[in-house]
Nanobody
Framework: QVQLVESGGGLVQPGGSLRLSCAAS????????MGWYHQVPGKQRELVAE???????RYSDVVKGRFTISRDNAKNTLYLQMNGLKPEDTAVYYC????????????WGQGTQVTVSS
């Protein structure tokens, strides 16, 4: 089992940047496929970016070119660098972990609010 704690959210103006962090504990971090999801009220949680244990990354089309996902296995931490933020990026952002050998299991953090507004 893995425990996830997000940080780094906040209020930022359009065009600004934020970096989210997700600290993991409890299981070998390097064995997990890690991702960031976001959710707005009334909508389903959606994938923003993923960084697999094997080193592959993928992004949703709406953030491609603006956001960068990275991980530091030595620090058991996942990051999301968000640049060129837009009001439509406003959401609660959740860190997700899936065992790379059994992706049907999901672990979630508590979420961190990102608000993009002038």
């Amino acid at each position: 089992q893995v425990q996830l704690v997000e940080s780094g959210g906040g209020l930022v103006q359009p065009g600004g940047s934020l970096r989210l962090s997700c600290a993991a504990s409890g299981s070998p971090f390097s064995s997990y496929d890690m991702g960031w999801y976001h959710q707005v009220p009334g909508k389903q949680r959606e994938l923003v970016a993923e960084f697999t244990a094997s080193g592959n990354t993928r992004y949703s089309d709406v953030v491609k070119g603006r956001f960068t996902i990275s991980r530091d296995n030595a620090k058991n931490t996942l990051y999301l660098q968000m640049n060129g933020l837009k009001p439509e990026d406003t959401a609660v952002y959740y860190c997700n972990a899936k065992p790379s050998w059994f992706r049907q299991i999901d672990y979630w953090g508590q979420g961190t609010q990102v608000t993009v507004s002038s």
